[in-house]
């Protein structure tokens, strides 16, 4: 099983709050032992997230094993107050198992949820966003430039608005016979 490490932070915060029952990764055996917590792979969606990123979005339905419904509820519901009491913040552990420390160091999960979904089985549902920079080449950066058979770069220096507006005016105006003032018509 690939563990990632939000997904390895987030088993552990979960065998951690469900008082650490039997972990299992991949099938469940015929005679596994319980209480037990099932972590099946999540499944994934991805998305276009900025230019520089983008998302991949986890649904994990994780399923735990009990005696009875109740108390493979009761596990759930242990798991699930314990990501709210922390504002649904799993804090990310480093691959010797301890906690990260400084920017960054914790998943955000989105409103978990349990549910039961058989006799002495409940299912916890966790959903988080993961963004990821893209991988990409480093471009050279162009620093100077220069355009051949360039013949006139002065008449971009400067620009005199007024002169030009003036010439304009005059050359429309001059076409049109002048107005008489003194009260004659043309």
Known sequence: MLLEQEI???MAFAL???DSPSPYYYDVPEDFRY???YFPQPEITTAGETFRTYAMRYSWYINI???TTEDAYAL?????TALKQRRNLVPLINEDGEKVTGHGNKVRLDDPSAKVVDVGVAQLTLEWTS???YSYDEAEKMVEWEV???THPDIYNTVDVAAAFETAVQMCVSDYPKPDYAGEAP
């Open 8 to 10: 390895a932070s987030i």
């Open 16 to 18: 951690e709050h469900a």
């Open 35 to 37: 209480p037990a917590m």
């Open 65 to 67: 094993f009990h005696k």
């Open 76 to 80: 759930a519901w242990k798991v699930l």
């Open 131 to 133: 963004r990821r920079p």
């Open 148 to 150: 051949n058979e360039w």
